[in-house]
């Protein structure tokens, strides 16, 4: 399955391509995007959604198409609660230091955070006075709902928001969401989903989900870099603050005041990244060719291969549950007495099969655990093979024999 769909990619029409395993990262992209974002920038280098003359018109119809496409993608009631951003951290910033808080309001997260679910209420805890607290996992790092159930029910009325990964980008662990906002809501808290390892893999209906807020990044969605989004309810996003003020955020301005453009425009300040939406909504049109579910089935079937010739290898063990079927795509390794960076650097130079290694921005996790190395960790797209999963299992089982 997926086989024709590897001739999209030019990477992969080399004669000889790298194993691409690192798509937690970033994914590749299609010939389609990266026809898209050259045509902007050599037919229509227009400035969308403020000239209106033939190039700029060009841009604010993709600007449209866009947006409408990734409303269509999460079932938004609304595309107007479609924003683009940078990116997945552009937007969690916007929602922590967008709305509104009091000293003492309780944010939760869980104990596998990335960065950029965990530095911006770390920052609003020591600016603003809020109670951050973590919701610790079980052994396994899959999510103790039992925990996080008496967490809420101890924050009582100063619980605010949850704010949690959907799939976490440490292990490929996900969030059982439904009963989390189900807890969420009797305690009378909006619930944030870091969608960034979700979006790309598995079919996200924001309506369904009942959440408030999703951020997500188009870079690991096939887009271009430096591209991402924030789906809001209406209701909670008019009568958020935008953190980028400025440029088409506002309606009018006086040298005494101005006055709030609506959603989206309000959360867009500046001159936007027209070549990354226009790549955007190439990016999109790919993914809804899709089968989502085939996707999702596809990558549990490459993470199984790997896991089963790893795990019982002395001297490296699995970051997360035994089963495939609980990490998605994502296989991290950890090691007893080898360094992750230089395995990732001989896989590279000796096998073709480009991986990432460190502490994947969830340095917390690890330095709670004592583990000052990170791991290495392989992600899966519907695009690799199972060679190429074997590839990188088997180098791998050869160079911790032969160096540990």
Known sequence: ?????????????????????????????????????????????????RSVHRYATKVTRHMSIARNKLAELFNAPSVDEVIFTKNATHSLNQVAKGLQWEKGDVI????????????PWLQLEQEQGVDHQIVASHADNTFDLEAFEHACANAGK????????????????????KE????????????????????????????????????????????????????????????MRSITSGGSTVDHSTYEGYTWSKPPARFEGGLGHYAGIVGTE??????????????????VALNRTMSNILKDVNGLSIIGPEKAELRS?????????????D???????????LVRSGMHCVHSWFHNKGLQNGSLRASAYFYNTQEEVKRFAETLVEAVEALG
Not at 108 to 119: F, G, I, M, P, Q
Request: charged share 20%; net charge negative.
């Open 1 to 49: 399955m997926f086989e024709k769909n590897r001739e999209d990619f030019p990477t992969l029409r080399e004669e000889s391509p790298p194993a691409y395993l690192d798509n937690a990262c970033m994914t590749l992209r299609p010939d389609t995007v990266v026809n898209a974002i050259k045509d902007y920038y050599e037919l229509n280098p227009g400035c969308g959604g």
């Open 108 to 119: 939760l997260t869980t104990d596998r955070e990335h960065n950029s679910n965990l530095v």
């Open 158 to 177: 100063r619980l605010k928001m949850v704010s949690m990964s959907h799939v976490g980008n440490l292990d490929g662990i996900h969030l059982p969401v």
């Open 180 to 239: 989390v906002v189900k807890i969420a809501k009797d305690h009378g808290a909006m619930v944030c989903l870091d969608g960034a390892q979700s979006t790309p893999h598995m079919k996200v209906d924001v309506q369904d989900l009942g959440i408030d807020f999703m951020a997500f990044s188009i870079h690991k969605m096939m887009g271009p870099s430096g591209m991402g989004g924030l789906w809001g309810r209406m209701d909670l996003l008019e009568n």
């Open 282 to 299: 190439a990016a999109i049109t790919y993914m809804q060719s899709l089968n989502l579910d085939a996707v999702h089935e596809k990558e």
């Open 329 to 341: 795509g994502i296989c991290s390794i950890l090691f007893d007495n080898l360094d992750p960076h």
């Open 343 to 353: 395995l990732a650097v001989l896989l590279d130079d000796a096998a073709d099969v």
